[in-house]
Structures are given as structure tokens and as C-alpha cells.
């Protein structure tokens, strides 16, 4: 199977703009999480959709939001972007309705000047 | 207290010995817990997952999970510079925690020659 893919790899934006990333999951998975990892923070988690559900949410300001399709495939958007937002963020899919074990894609660099 | 604590790095072993990483955490409840390896520059990489106590191996690592301590291991025997990456233990928190990993901070391991 191929994996989990995300468009684009590498964005710049300035402050202020919105930016959309894309993630397609593992064909058959419905599960898709969304993390943002920083040098200073690790990785954090972002928010999960399981059937064009939003189930669970972290500490992030509503900036951030996400949507679901029906063939599985998620979107996060990130709006009014701010210099610290500058980050790789990563999606992963899970195949189970539990959300258990997770396999990333390769990320979207975020670069915010 | 931060949820999930990783040995402090950077860890340094020669080429074909034992390197050994380890994690606390702090939800007693968490059922799943999970390794990941990230080499510099791209996302992380499932190595293995164990849901109960004791060992459980896959070719040269082997997780090791003690519940009742709150504390998983990885390790990895004959150790190769293709190892070299950075080490990063999560779990799934108990309950509705749809899709959250919760991750510590990662252990960067070198492997030389």
C-alpha cells in the first residue's frame, strides 16, 4: 500500500496569511491525526477526525482547524499565520476506530517570515 | 511533571553494542505505547508498539513495558551507524483520547563506528 502522502512538502508565507496543508491517508484508513513539531515544543498533537469527525482536540488556538472528506483525505488550515506557527506538521493515519497505532506521512515544512 | 520523560541525550555507543532508551510516564492508565525513529530532517518511523507488560522483540530491537513502574525501554542489540537517529517514545492516554499521541522529547542516539 502506498503511505501517507502530504502536499505540499515546503511552504513560505508571511505573517498574517492563511495557509491549507493536505494530507491523504493509508488506503482504508479512517483515522487521521494531525501534530506540529517545533525544535522547542516535540511534537504536539493537533486534532484527529475519524469519519469526517473531529473526536479529539489539542491545546491549540482556533487558528487551527481542520476538516475531514468522505474518502478519508484531511485538511488543516491555519489562518492569520504568526512567526511561531512555523513548524513541521505532520499527519498520521491510523486503520482502527481506537485511533491505535499511527504511521506518519513526511510532513510539510512551514516557514513564516 | 512533564507526561512522558526520556533519558537525556544524547546517547553515544559504538558500533555493535547495546543501546538503551528509556521512558517514563505519567498517566497509569495509558494502554498503548509506542517507538518511533526520526532521522534528521524527515518524520517519524514506527520501530515497534506494546500494549502489555514484559518483552516483546522484532529482529534486533526489543521494547520492554512495566506498567505497574510506568516505565518502557527500547533496546537495540548490535548497533549500527544506520541507527543513528532520534528516539522518540508516546503513548495513547487512557480513555477518550482519540488519535492523541502523546510524545516526550526523543533521545538522539550516534552509533560510531
Known amino acids: 500500500k502506498a503511505g501517507v502522502t502530504q502536499t505540499p512538502r515546503y511552504l513560505i508565507k508571511t505573517r498574517g496569511q492563511q495557509v491549507t496543508l493536505s494530507c491523504s491517508p493509508i488506503?482504508?484508513?479512517?483515522?487521521v491525526s494531525w501534530y506540529q513539531q517545533t525544535p522547542g515544543q516535540g511534537l504536539q498533537f493537533l486534532f484527529e477526525y475519524f469519519s469526517e469527525t473531529q473526536r479529539n482536540k489539542g491545546n491549540f488556538p482556533g487558528r487551527f482547524s481542520g476538516r475531514q472528506f468522505s474518502n478519508s483525505r484531511s485538511e488543516m488550515n491555519v489562518s492569520t499565520l504568526e512567526l511561531g506557527d512555523s513548524a513541521l506538521y505532520l499527519c498520521?493515519?491510523?486503520?482502527?476506530?481506537?485511533?491505535?497505532?499511527?504511521?506518519f506521512g513526511p510532513g510539510t515544512r512551514l516557514t513564516v517570515l | 511533571q512533564k507526561e512522558v520523560e526520556q533519558n537525556s541525550g544524547p546517547l553515544s555507543v559504538p558500533e555493535g553494542a547495546i543501546a538503551s532508551l528509556n521512558c517514563t510516564y505519567s498517566?497509569?492508565?495509558?494502554?498503548?505505547f509506542f517507538w518511533y525513529r526520526q532521522y534528521s530532517g524527515k518524520s517519524p518511523e514506527l520501530i515497534m508498539s506494546i500494549y502489555s507488560n514484559g518483552d516483546k522483540e522484532d529482529g534486533r530491537f526489543t521494547a520492554q513495558l512495566n506498567k505497574a513502574s510506568q516505565y518502557v525501554s527500547l533496546l537495540i542489540r548490535d548497533s549500527q551507524p544506520s541507527d543513528s537517529a532520534t528516539y522518540l517514545c508516546a503513548y495513547i492516554e487512557a480513555g477518550t483520547s482519540y488519535g492523541k499521541l502523546t510524545f516526550g522529547q526523543g533521545t538522539i542516539l550516534t552509533v560510531h563506528p
Open positions: 498520521a493515519s491510523s486503520d482502527s476506530e481506537g485511533a491505535d497505532t499511527q504511521y
Open positions: 498517566d497509569r492508565g495509558s494502554q498503548s
Open positions: 488506503s482504508g484508513h479512517r483515522s
